[in-house]
Structures are given as structure tokens and as C-alpha cells.
């Protein structure tokens, strides 16, 4: 008889989070102690220093590494520290490395203000296109790097495809998942070999935490990532672990409702003459619709569109909503709205990853479809 393998959202709640041996405690203790006794030098229960090890967080990576069906998991203060430590670990000092052309804007300053004047170079590609991803790749190309669901633009990228087009060539394949979250896509299963996120984002859930977090499969290149997690330090508190991992036990049915409010505010929008584009990967329309229906359980929570009236237009229309707050970040329970251009992707102005100013985007969160709508449709219609 094959064992029973416990579905997404029992191991969003029990992965890593045994009920407390001492006290029976169903909630993980946050274990705030920075320091832990030994018996003897070198003899400890698993735990010196919390730099290096933390209870909370081991719970943490247990949980989150199980849900990307991940062998290894490495908790980060932010996405941006989880980012740093997979470029040092697989990129190296010689090596290049593909960007695609829609990536988040603290993605592209990372790359090209921190690891390219230490001399890691890189190209931008289309990596929905097969082509434009053979037209970057050098002989020294290393590493592949893509969003998809992509920020801002939203676009889709078949990973399995760009993995094997990768592996092909020697190279690896790294996947932010932050916008889909492993509730509806599963990276390392499709091929990729390091998952990154933002767990500030829908991982925490509630626009209260900041943190990163990396799933590999590879022994070796977790050897690397757990020695640069140590060494740079840029690990989460306790607390901040805890309140992610609070966080992710809900992620399943926060994820269902956002995925259904932003189907109707997309086909809303599709409707209103001050909107000339909706980038949507639900919409039948989108040019990644088809990939996305293969690779991902919905088409997630998030929306971007163009605004008919122009970059002024779009400016002055973000600041007008009453329930979409004007705010970056994305993913939490509350629904915000931003203008790229200005805000989250400011940094790859006048770049080959510079934003449409035209472009505005939604995180759509958990409150009544009908009051979105309504605050979208008295915006827009200023």
C-alpha cells in the first residue's frame, strides 16, 4: 500500500511545526535566546549561535522548503539578501549571467550596481523567446534568471523549456516565484534549480515582515548557500520567522481569494475605455495565457494595465483610490496599487528593464470584489 503523501495546505500548516515535546504547545516557540549552552566545547544540542542556527527559524525552512519540494531551504533577512547569496554561490567572479528583460527593479540594481563592478557580467533577454535567449548566451554563460509570473509586466516563462535550454548548455536556471508563491507553482519540479522569493510579500501575507527565502535540491550548491548565510549574515529574527510562518499557514485560501478577485478586476478592466491594455496571464488574450495554464494552478494575484490618458494620467489616477492603497510592495491582504515607472522599478529607468510610464499595477487583496471595482471605476473615470 503506497503511504499517503499530505497535500499543499496540511503541510503549509504541520511541515517543520511538530507540536512542542516539553509543554505540547501546537504553536512552534519563537526562540529569541541568540546563544546556546554546550555540555562540553564542541558538544551542543544543535545550536550555538544564532547567526548560524535558530530554532524558529530551522521550522521556517523546514516549512517553505516542503512546499517547494525542496531537499534544503535558507531562510534571508530579505529578498534582496536571498538574491545576493544565490549570485555569489553560482554566479562567480568570471562568470555571465541572463536577466530577462522584465525582472523587479531591486533584481536589476543588485546585478548591476553590486555584482557587476565586481565582474560578474550580464546580458537581458527575452526569456519567452527562445531566440533572444540564444542571442545572449555567451560561452561563459552560467546562470539564467527569470520571474514568472515577471514584475511588472506579468509575463509567463515556460520553465521547463528555459531549464532544459539551460541545462543543455551547462548553465543553471534560478526562478523568483515570488508573484505565484509554491501554493501555485512548483519551480524545482518543472526543472529550475534554485527557487528564490520575497517572503515579505505573499508569504507573510500581512504587510508586516520582511524576508527572503532560497529552495535547492542540489547538495553541494547548499553546502555553498548555507556557508554565505552564515558568513554575510543576513539571516531573519525569530520573530520575524514566526510571523512568516504564520503567515504561510493561510497562504492557500488567501491565494484562492486573490486569484478570484483579480480575475474580475481584470476583466473590469478590460472593459473601461481609459484602459488600453490589461497584462492579466488569465485573460485568453495574454501571450503567456496558454504556458501559464500548464505550469501554474491559477493565474495569481496580481494586475497590471495601461492607462489611455498617458503617464500623467496614470500618476494622478494611483493617487485617487480609496481602497487600493497607494504603496509598494505587493501580496498582502490589503489591495495596493503603484506606478511602477516612479516607484518599485525606478531604479531601471533609462535600462533595457525600464517600465512603460504608462504603466500601472495591482495587488489585489482580500477585501469585497464589488468595493475594488467600484474604487477602480472612480479613479479611472476622474
Known amino acids: 500500500m503506497t503511504a499517503h503523501q499530505p497535500g499543499f495546505e496540511t503541510r503549509a500548516i504541520h511541515a517543520g511545526q511538530d507540536p512542542d515535546p516539553v509543554t505540547g504547545s501546537v504553536v512552534p516557540a519563537v526562540h529569541l ?23 524558529t527559524r530551522q521550522s521556517l525552512e523546514a516549512q517553505l522548503a516542503s512546499l517547494e519540494s525542496g531537499q534544503f531551504g535558507f531562510a534571508f ?26 525582472a523587479y527593479g531591486g533584481t536589476f540594481r543588485l546585478v548591476d550596481r553590486v555584482h557587476a563592478p565586481a565582474g560578474v557580467a550580464y546580458s537581458v533577454a527575452d526569456a519567452t523567446d527562445p531566440a533572444g535567449l540564444e542571442g545572449a548566451w555567451r560561452e561563459n ?10 514584475n511588472p509586466l506579468l509575463a509567463i516563462i515556460d520553465i521547463q523549456a528555459v531549464a532544459e535550454f539551460a541545462h543543455a548548455r551547462g548553465a543553471r536556471l534560478v526562478v523568483d516565484n515570488t508573484f505565484a508563491t509554491p501554493y501555485l507553482q512548483n519551480p524545482l519540479q518543472l526543472g529550475a ?33 548555507a556557508f554565505l548565510q552564515n558568513a554575510t ?26 486569484c478570484q478577485n483579480a480575475a474580475a478586476v481584470a476583466g473590469f478592466l478590460q472593459q473601461h475605455p481609459m484602459v488600453t491594455r490589461v497584462l492579466y496571464p488569465g485573460l485568453t488574450d495574454h501571450p503567456g495565457h496558454r504556458v501559464a495554464s500548464r505550469q501554474m494552478r491559477d493565474y495569481g494575484g496580481m494586475v497590471s494595465f495601461l492607462h489611455a490618458g498617458g ?16 504603496a509598494e510592495s505587493l501580496g498582502a491582504v490589503e489591495s495596493l496599487i503603484e506606478h511602477p515607472a516612479r516607484m518599485t ?27 475594488l471595482l467600484a474604487d477602480l471605476d472612480q479613479a479611472l473615470d476622474r
Open 33 to 55: 535566546s541568540t546563544t546556546y549552552r554546550q555540555s562540553a566545547v564542541g558538544r551542543h544540542q544543535g545550536f550555538e549561535y544564532s547567526r548560524s542556527g535558530n530554532p
Open 77 to 102: 533577512a530579505s529578498g534582496l539578501a536571498a538574491e545576493d547569496a544565490v549570485l555569489r554561490a553560482m554566479a562567480g567572479t568570471t562568470a555571465h549571467l541572463i536577466l530577462n528583460t522584465d
Open 141 to 150: 554563460t552560467t546562470l539564467v534568471w527569470v520571474e514568472t509570473p515577471s
Open 193 to 225: 534549480d534554485v527557487v528564490v522569493h520575497s517572503t515579505t510579500k505573499y508569504l507573510g501575507g500581512h504587510s508586516d515582515v520582511v524576508g527572503g527565502f532560497v529552495a535547492v535540491n542540489d547538495p553541494t550548491l547548499a553546502e555553498r548557500i
Open 233 to 258: 549574515g543576513g539571516v531573519p529574527s525569530p520573530f520575524d520567522c514566526y510571523l512568516v510562518q504564520r503567515g504561510v499557514k493561510t497562504l492557500a485560501v488567501r491565494m484562492d481569494r486573490q
Open 311 to 326: 503617464e500623467a494620467a496614470a500618476v494622478e489616477m494611483v493617487s485617487l483610490t480609496r481602497v487600493f492603497t497607494l
Open 345 to 371: 522599478h525606478a531604479s531601471a529607468a533609462e535600462s533595457p528593464l525600464a517600465v512603460d510610464p504608462h504603466l500601472v499595477r495591482l495587488s489585489v487583496g482580500l477585501e469585497l470584489v464589488d468595493d
